[in-house]
């Protein structure tokens, strides 16, 4: 573990950070300015690990989006220390979320080799799910 801090704390690292950062944050603007409403669950931009979003796609089952998404994104409803489950975080509902909110939340992760165009691309993808999944929606609705 002091040998990872150590590396951590290279000049180099710092600047690897400060992309990953900035490519994680152009994933949650792209998703905030598109057509479907999202919210980022937990700590603010600053206070998060740098390859974290976790999203919540208001009214959608978070499941069928997952599963709409499948083999082009992975993600996961749980926790990374429960990758796996197919059960919405505790952490989420131990933070305030409700079981709809917990339930139609997503975490993401971007790690170092991400690069911007592998985020608009996500979003791309995610857009298009939504889109089918919201039609589908609409359709139950109106039977």
Do not use: W
């Not at 139609?104 to 790690?111: E, T, Y």
């Amino acid at each position: 573990m002091g040998a990872a801090a150590r590396i951590l704390l290279l000049p180099e690292e710092g600047k690897r950070r400060d992309e990953q950062i900035r490519v994680r944050n152009r994933f949650i603007d792209l998703l905030k300015a598109g057509p479907f409403p999202v919210v980022l669950n937990g700590p603010g931009i600053e206070e998060r690990h740098p390859g974290n979003a976790n999203i919540q796609f208001v009214g959608i089952d978070a499941r069928l989006l997952l599963m709409a998404l499948q083999p082009k994104i992975s993600a996961s409803m749980g926790s990374a220390c429960a990758s796996g489950i197919p059960e919405p975080s505790y952490v989420l509902r131990a933070i305030g979320l409700s079981g709809d909110e917990a339930n139609a939340s997503i975490r993401f992760s971007v790690g170092y080799d991400t690069v911007e165009q592998d985020v608009v691309d996500a979003v791309e993808i995610i857009f298009e799910a939504l889109g089918h999944i919201s039609h589908d929606l609409s359709l139950e609705m109106a039977v």
